[in-house]
């Protein structure tokens, strides 16, 4: 990688693209980055971002996504759900349930049942909260 190319990326990230490099002119084909190297990207990933990294190493964004992830971390400025809370007494009967959820991004929900179990709540901020609907 040129000076005029690594001009502004933090000296790890360059060190990294130059041992990428070396070892991508000598491996032979079908060989797929060493896990010390991939370790390294995640490292850097970690600090300063997948999108930047994965640009500066020359590395397939989303497998480092995903090593990342498989690390214990998320990407920068994608911070993971913690808990959910639901604040309030759990009300006797059947009363009208009020749920205001609020994502990592900001976005935030309200819904209000006329009718609801406990279950039926948690289950519904389970699914809100993980994504999968």
Known sequence: M??????GFPRGMVQARRRLDRWRKT???????????????????????????????GLEYNKLKELLQSAG????????????E?????????????????????????IELPIASAELVLGLCRVVVSGAA
């Open 2 to 7: 040129s000076a005029r190319k690594t001009a």
């Open 27 to 57: 491996r032979t084909a079908g060989v797929p980055i060493p896990k010390r190297l991939w370790a390294v990207a995640v490292k850097l990933a970690r600090r300063h971002g997948v999108c930047p990294t994965s640009r500066a190493l």
């Open 73 to 84: 971390h998320t990407a920068k400025g994608s911070p993971s759900a913690a808990f959910v």
């Open 86 to 110: 639901l604040i309030g007494t759990q009300p006797a009967g059947v009363s009208p349930w009020r749920i205001e959820l609020e994502g990592a991004r900001g976005g935030r929900m309200k």
